[in-house]
């Protein structure tokens, strides 16, 4: 089975700290990709990736960022983490580009103060 | 851009009853997917529909692509309390591998 490991299950983070939410698949996946969940609001799109060192904006990345070094692993970074931001992050990887379902890691639930 | 709708927000319904829920987009798609999450859970890949008027089948869940490609349903025949989730679609435009998610589907289950 494919495998999305998100590094942390809840956090809880001070407002304008850094924070870093990692993200490795075991698949050898091209895509890799960030969402953000919240109640009524679906899954919004932050930033993916269709290779190493490539990245893309998605719907809202304002506030965040990406790192795509290694193939497996795709990490997201707020750079001043704002309460706005309190939200349940989700990681997927996809196996090309085009016609393949999403695995998605179980998700960070990041609480800022 | 491109929006997804999908009704109803909640569904409430006793255990042995049908299920719907419909998807709808602004825009041709290339192909839908559906999507389950479980309470607590991450989203989990069901299926993907990719022709014109496609329905395909997975035990009691009946999945259906519009003949426009711009819309779709996902209906659950006599749910049980395993089905309980929210069910979402996803859609990819022609030509656009991002995918757009819909807003999901709540459903609960009254035993």
């Known amino acids: 089975d494919v495998k999305v490991t998100q590094s942390s299950r809840y956090l809880v983070k001070r407002t304008g700290e850094k924070v870093f939410l990692e993200c490795v698949q075991d698949?050898?996946?091209?895509?890799m990709f960030w969402y953000r969940q919240d109640p009524g609001l679906g899954l919004r799109l932050i930033y993916f990736s269709y290779d190493v060192k490539m990245k893309e904006k998605g719907d809202i990345p304002e506030g965040y960022s990406v790192s795509r070094e290694k193939k497996e692993r795709f990490s997201l970074i707020l750079e001043s983490a704002s309460t706005n931001q309190t939200s349940m992050y989700l990681c997927?990887?996809?196996?090309?580009?085009?016609?393949?379902?999403?695995?998605f890691g179980s998700g960070t639930r990041l609480t800022v103060v | 851009g491109q929006q997804v709708m999908q009704i109803p927000q909640y569904q409430h319904v006793q255990e042995g009853e049908d299920f719907t829920t419909y998807c709808n987009s602004s825009?041709?798609?290339?192909?839908i997917q559906w999507y389950k999450q479980r309470p607590g859970g991450h989203p989990v890949f069901l299926i993907q529909?990719?022709?014109?008027?496609e329905v395909k089948k997975q035990k009691r869940l009946t999945f259906q692509f519009g003949e426009a490609k711009k819309n779709s349903s996902l209906h659950i025949t006599a749910t049980q309390t395993t089905d309980v989730g929210t069910y979402f679609c996803a859609g990819q435009p022609s030509g656009n591998e991002k995918l757009t998610f819909g807003t999901g589907t709540r459903l609960t289950i009254i035993p």
């Open positions: 698949m050898d996946h091209e895509n």
């Open positions: 529909l990719v022709k014109s008027g």
């Open positions: 825009t041709t798609l290339s192909n």
């Open positions: 997927a990887s996809s196996f090309e580009r085009g016609y393949y379902g999403y695995t």
